[in-house]
């Protein structure tokens, strides 16, 4: 290796060093010229060139390129949620329920997403890009009842939770389960409210459900942590100001003296000479 990259420095580079070109292709015109020259016209000890060697050797063993080409590989080890889901790069994508709660290998290229247990395929997905939290779901992949699954998520699973904040947020869990066509996709919506807002107060969480309820809103994580925040805000907001006491005197009643004088005690009292009493 280190010969031929002396052999090139020398009769490509160090042969055209001194020349000039005006256009890149005069350029490569002149440095293929070069290269065909140390292939196929200098000969080498045994009386062969390069490609001459070339064509004994190596060519044979030659296998016909890829269709494809090279796609770099990232491998992950994942765990399965228990949407049967596992998230990847703010991405879903679905594996046959059965794996809920176990750890995977991914591996990831450009275009897709393929899970393994041990050495074994589990499914593959196209990978998804763009906008964050696309799901790639197989219908094939749902349990037919979820309730039959222990540990499982299911809808009556997050309704029966839900039901422990109040009424409405039983209401707005059921709505976003309802929205989604396939009903897991609203699971991890789902648990983050009951999960991640619940947890810090339950009484804040239902009176921003029944805002949406009001309002005829769609509810979501986000969207319910907004509310959550105005209504701790609206807690926390200052008291209105209220003026303070008046130290002002009032004026005295009609017919009072008033000739700017202050009187505690009687003139008797503080004249001088009285008997008993020093200056």
Known sequence: MESAVDVVNKRVIGYLAEEVWTTVEALNAAIDDRVAEINTQ?????????????????????????DDGFATVEWKQLKVGRNYHVSCDSQYYSVPYTFAGQLLRVRLTAQSVTLFDG?????????????????????????????????LWSRQWFTDRARGFGPATEQVIAQILDRHVIEAQGYLDC??????????SRQRLEAACQVLLNQNSAGSY??????????????KAPRPVVPAAATRKPPPPAGARDDGA??????????????????
């Open 191 to 200: 648990q983050n409210i009951l999960e991640t807002l619940g947890k810090r």
């Open 222 to 235: 986000s969207v319910l942590k907004r509310v959550m925040a105005s209504i701790d805000s609206d807690h």
């Open 119 to 151: 050495d074994q395929v589990v499914c593959e997905h196209p990978r998804r890009h763009g906008r964050k939290g696309q799901y790639s779901t197989v219908l094939a992949h749902a349990p037919k009842e979820h309730q039959g699954i222990d540990g």
């Open 42 to 66: 200098i000969r080498r000890a045994d009386g062969t060139t390069r490609w001459e060697r070339f064509e004994s050797d190596e060519a044979p063993l030659l296998a016909v390129l890829p």
């Open 262 to 279: 202050i009187q505690v005690r009687s003139a008797d009292h503080y004249a001088r000479g009285r008997s008993g009493e020093g200056v």
